[in-house]
């Protein structure tokens, strides 16, 4: 069974920049979400997606967006790219509604600002 | 807001000894208690996770250890083998809001 993948593997822009990055879950999975890893800090989690609707969001700047396609995978768009943007996003998926179900993760996407 | 933390940024344990990685929480209504562990280059996995009600959860060498009363869980891990080598990370969340993860702590298991 294929995981979850995310594409690109790397992503460099520059500063006020916008960057998309996608997501595609576990085949069965409904739910998306995202998290942010930047160095030293632990996973932050910035969105959830369940059945194409937005369920949560965490504290993260109106910049950070995204959206829930019909096939359920996922696009996270980042707006006016800011140097501290530069992190691993990671995208993770599950196959039930309840946000603690098993997550499964893909590799991530490394953001670049310079 | 640091909700979940992992003070320990590193541990190193010889292989066949117990691995002890701890995580403090300051959020007494999180439930739900995860540990995830992540190889370089590769998205993090699940490995165990234990809810309130259970102060004790075991899978195979590992086994997670729940203290309410403190707000603290544990991860241990024996035997230790050189592949156990990997960043641990450890989550905590309740009801449909965010899970919180901690900064994580590398683990090293040497031969």
């Known amino acids: 069974e294929a995981g979850v993948t995310q594409s690109p593997t790397h992503l460099i822009k520059t500063r006020g920049q916008q960057a998309t990055l996608r997501c595609s879950p576990i085949s069965g999975h409904t739910s998306v979400y995202w998290y942010q890893q930047a160095l030293g800090l632990g996973l932050q989690f910035l969105l959830w997606?369940?059945?194409?609707?937005?369920?949560n969001r965490g504290n993260f700047p109106p910049r950070f967006s995204g959206r829930q396609f019909p096939n359920y995978s996922s696009e996270l768009n980042v707006n006016a790219l800011e140097l501290e943007d530069s992190a691993l996003y990671l995208c993770a998926s599950s196959g039930g509604e309840k946000w603690d179900n098993e997550q499964f993760f893909g590799p991530g996407t490394r953001l670049t600002v310079l | 807001d640091q909700q979940v933390k992992q003070n320990s940024p590193s541990l190193s344990v010889q292989e066949g000894r117990i691995s002890i990685l701890n995580c403090d929480y300051t959020?007494?209504?999180?439930?739900?208690f995860l540990w995830y562990k992540k190889y370089p280059a590769e998205g993090p996995t699940f490995l165990i996770s234990?809810?309130?009600?259970?102060d004790k959860n075991e899978d195979g060498r590992f086994t997670v250890f729940l203290n309410k009363s403190a707000k603290h869980l544990s991860l241990h891990i024996v035997p230790s083998q050189p592949g156990d080598s990997a960043v641990y990370f450890c989550a905590a969340g309740y009801n449909n809001n965010d899970m919180r993860f901690g900064a994580g702590t590398r683990l090293t298991v040497k031969p």
């Open positions: 997606y369940d059945e194409g609707e937005e369920r």
């Open positions: 234990i809810s309130s009600i259970k």
């Open positions: 959020n007494s209504m999180f439930d739900y």
